[in-house]
């Protein structure tokens, strides 16, 4: 598998209102979407964002439910040459304020219609708005950044040690800096997460389906929805957290 993450997956109860929420104040457009009889899914993502780029995927169950967000999944975080301008933007295009830069220098956080945090941080790469990493708190951090290094073969990019808590970066090997990294933060008081189901999953892609499938077995990743299960279309495993990971092969 080439390992490059190709999108992370959010529910939303209102499409339309998500929807216009991206379109509207990330400049955002629509890369696909998958009409069924009981869901669709929209991905969506910057208008001249590369290859290597991830989007984001919403989707919507028809039955009009609604979610929880739980803790264990944090936030998306989107690239911007700038900080303050980026978050004055979004001030002013009706964002409602959440966490300025004043409070967090060198980044900042808006919410989307549903209670989604993002993340606005600074980068001289990639795309404006495009996705910068998607953060999962992790109760075992050892345990986490074993999985991610062994079972997709990914290498540690960063880290941020703070008074009550951790930050640790991941990324595919050899991956363009648009590629979108894991961040995965520990918070030293020994707290547990609630999963909740407003999150969905982050999709790796690979060449082959079934290779990646069986490379995952060897490496005893959690066999939790396999290629047969899924119409050899996709797969499904599990963090050691239990946040989902999709296996999705490259288009």
């Known amino acids: 598998m080439d390992g490059i993450l190709d999108h992370t997956m959010i529910r939303v109860e209102d499409l339309d ?69 980026a978050y004055d933007e979004l001030m002013q295009s009706g964002v409602e304020d959440y966490r300025p830069p004043a409070e967090n220098p060198g980044y900042a956080f808006v919410t989307d219609p549903d209670g989604h945090e993002v993340e606005i941080v600074e980068r001289d790469y990639g795309t404006k708005w495009s996705l910068d990493h998607t953060m999962l708190r992790v109760e075992d951090v050892n345990a986490a950044l074993g999985y991610w290094i062994r079972t997709f073969e990914y290498e540690p990019t960063g880290r941020w040690e703070a008074d009550s808590f951790a930050n640790y970066f991941v990324s595919p090997q050899d991956a363009p800096a648009e590629a979108m990294d894991i961040e995965l933060t520990y918070n030293y008081d020994g707290r547990s997460y609630t999963m909740g189901d407003a999150w969905g999953h982050v999709a790796v892609r690979c060449a ?44």
């Open 17 to 85: 209102a998500s929807l216009e929420w991206y379109t509207t104040h990330l400049n955002y457009e629509e890369k696909g979407r998958w009409e069924a009889e009981t869901f669709t899914n929209v991905y969506l993502g910057p208008e001249d964002a590369g290859d290597a780029a991830a989007r984001l995927e919403l989707t919507y169950n028809h039955d009009g439910r609604s979610y929880t967000m739980g803790d264990a999944w944090g936030h998306i975080a989107v690239r911007v040459p700038d900080v303050e301008a």
């Open 208 to 251: 082959d389906l079934q290779s990646a499938w069986e490379t995952l077995q060897e490496r005893e990743a959690p066999d939790y929805r396999d290629p047969e299960s899924c119409d050899n279309r996709y797969a499904f495993t599990k963090a050691p957290d239990g946040h989902e990971i999709e296996i999705l092969p490259t288009e």
